[in-house]
Each structure stands twice: as C-alpha cells, then as structure tokens.
C-alpha cells in the first residue's frame, strides 16, 4: 500500500481546515450561488491561503496535479486585464448571434449578471486564474474538480465568486499579462470576494427530471419523491 510522502501532505490537517470554515458542508453546497458583485475589502492572505490549500486538495487525473493558480490582487493588473475579460465576454455572446444588450433573450437569468460582471471586473478584489500546466484534450478535465473544491473553500469563509471561461481572441494578450507560458492553459478565470449579493439556495431543476435509475430512460421513483418534498 502507498503512503502519501511527508511533503505532499498538506501542512493544515483536516481537523482545523474544518475549524477554520465556519459554514458546514451541506449549508456550504446548498447555497453555492454564483457571486459576481463584490464589497471591496482586499482578501487577506490567510483566507487565500485556506482556499488555495483546499483547491489542491482536489482530485486530478492519476493524482497528476497538473494545476498552477495565479492569484490575482495588484489593482493595475486588474485593470489592465478588465477590458480583455470584457472582450472575451463579448465574443463569446457574438458567436451565438448576440452583439448588444438589446440582444439578450426576454427573461435570461443569467446573462444580465454575467454582463454585470464583465462591465465591472475593474471591482473584483481578486481573480484566481485556475491554469492546468499542459495543454491538449485531457490536460484541461483533469484541473476542473479544483474548481468545485476553491469555491466550496471559499464558500466556507463567506467569499464568494463563479467560474468563468475566456475566449481564444484575448488568449495571447492574458497569457502575456500573467506571464503564461505558451504550453500552460487558462482553464478557468475565477473572481473572488466578499459577496455584495447575498448567498442562498440556487435553482435547479427537480431531481426527478434529470435523474434515472437502471437505464437513462426509467425514472427513479426516490428521485420523484426527493423532488416534491423538497
Ligand atoms: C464551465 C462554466 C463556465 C461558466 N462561465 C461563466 C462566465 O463566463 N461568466 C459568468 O458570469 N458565469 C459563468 N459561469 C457561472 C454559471 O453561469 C453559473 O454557475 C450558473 O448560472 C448557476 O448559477 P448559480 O450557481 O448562481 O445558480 C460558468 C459556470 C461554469 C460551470
């Protein structure tokens, strides 16, 4: 049986990583919303330290931990990365036909805040950009669970933020901003920070619709049940 080596173990044990996230797990899960308005106090190191160290405690491909987090607080880096962040946002609303506000669709949920976002990443206290350090099909997949477990982490000291994806169009110009070197990929671009929106339960569709059991087209009856009684 393999034993982890002494410097791959994390310094913090999992018995004051739990002390230190006040929010518990199903609290923390439950009410994961997307935050993409932020208070401006400054994250303290501390607190990106726990969300950090939690990120890494995340599972990647054959433990290959092909990750590296570029932390994000110099306010001119910020703002020199605010317009690019824009531009990805609108490239990516171009490619599927909508180039101005009046475009958005009557009643999206989601596109008037993520606009929101992108015209004010000037505000956001920190940005990680979560990096897998190869590029190529696999190397991407491999990162994304580090995701989950910093927003989780974060969740748990009451910081908020969302996952973001850029667009190839900025690609050159961020890699060059951060120093990225050309073989890494920026997998995801996540603000950070004390939320000026609250959090709460999300939204989701009923367990019954997108659960089956057994074959992809038999409901689960349990499923159904979980559904309306929650
Ligand atoms: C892979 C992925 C990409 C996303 N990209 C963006 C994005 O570019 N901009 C943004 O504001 N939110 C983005 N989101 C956040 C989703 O819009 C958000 O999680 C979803 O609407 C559910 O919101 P809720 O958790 O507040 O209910 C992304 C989420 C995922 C998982």
Redesign the pocket.
């Given at each position: 049986m393999s034993s982890t080596p002494a410097d791959e173990r994390s310094p913090t044990s999992p018995e004051s990583a739990a002390a230190r996230m006040p929010v518990p797990l199903g609290e923390a899960l439950y009410t994961?919303?997307?935050i993409?308005r932020f208070r401006p106090e400054p994250l303290p190191d501390e607190a990106l330290r726990t969300i950090l160290e939690a990120a890494t405690r995340a599972p990647s491909c054959g433990n290959s931990q092909g990750w590296r987090f570029v932390v994000v607080r110099d306010r001119a880096r910020i703002e020199a990365f605010a317009p690019l962040y824009r531009e990805a946002?609108w490239a990516?609303r171009r490619e599927v036909g909508i180039h101005s506000v009046e475009d958005f669709p009557a009643g999206h949920r989601?596109m008037p805040?993520?606009h929101d976002?992108a015209e004010h990443f000037t505000e956001v206290p920190a940005l990680v950009l979560l990096c897998a350090t190869e590029r190529g099909p696999d190397a991407e997949p491999c990162v994304v669970p580090a995701a989950q477990h910093l927003l989780l982490a974060a969740r748990g000291l009451g910081i908020g933020g969302?996952?973001?994806?850029l667009h190839p169009v900025v690609e050159e110009r961020v890699h060059d901003l951060f120093g990225v070197p050309p073989g890494a990929q920026i997998v995801?671009c996540i603000p950070l920070g004390y939320p000026a929106t609250p959090f709460g339960a999300?939204?989701?569709r009923p367990l019954g619709e997108v659960v089956a059991e057994e074959r992809w087209d038999a409901p689960a009856r349990w499923a159904e049940d979980a559904a309306r009684s929650s």
């Amino acid at each position: 049986m393999s034993s982890t080596p002494a410097d791959e173990r994390s310094p913090t044990s999992p018995e004051s990583a739990a002390a230190r996230m006040p929010v518990p797990l199903g609290e923390a899960l439950y009410t994961l919303r997307a935050i993409r308005r932020f208070r401006p106090e400054p994250l303290p190191d501390e607190a990106l330290r726990t969300i950090l160290e939690a990120a890494t405690r995340a599972p990647s491909c054959g433990n290959s931990q092909g990750w590296r987090f570029v932390v994000v607080r110099d306010r001119a880096r910020i703002e020199a990365f605010a317009p690019l962040y824009r531009e990805a946002w609108w490239a990516k609303r171009r490619e599927v036909g909508i180039h101005s506000v009046e475009d958005f669709p009557a009643g999206h949920r989601v596109m008037p805040h993520a606009h929101d976002l992108a015209e004010h990443f000037t505000e956001v206290p920190a940005l990680v950009l979560l990096c897998a350090t190869e590029r190529g099909p696999d190397a991407e997949p491999c990162v994304v669970p580090a995701a989950q477990h910093l927003l989780l982490a974060a969740r748990g000291l009451g910081i908020g933020g969302t996952i973001t994806t850029l667009h190839p169009v900025v690609e050159e110009r961020v890699h060059d901003l951060f120093g990225v070197p050309p073989g890494a990929q920026i997998v995801y671009c996540i603000p950070l920070g004390y939320p000026a929106t609250p959090f709460g339960a999300v939204r989701r569709r009923p367990l019954g619709e997108v659960v089956a059991e057994e074959r992809w087209d038999a409901p689960a009856r349990w499923a159904e049940d979980a559904a309306r009684s929650s």
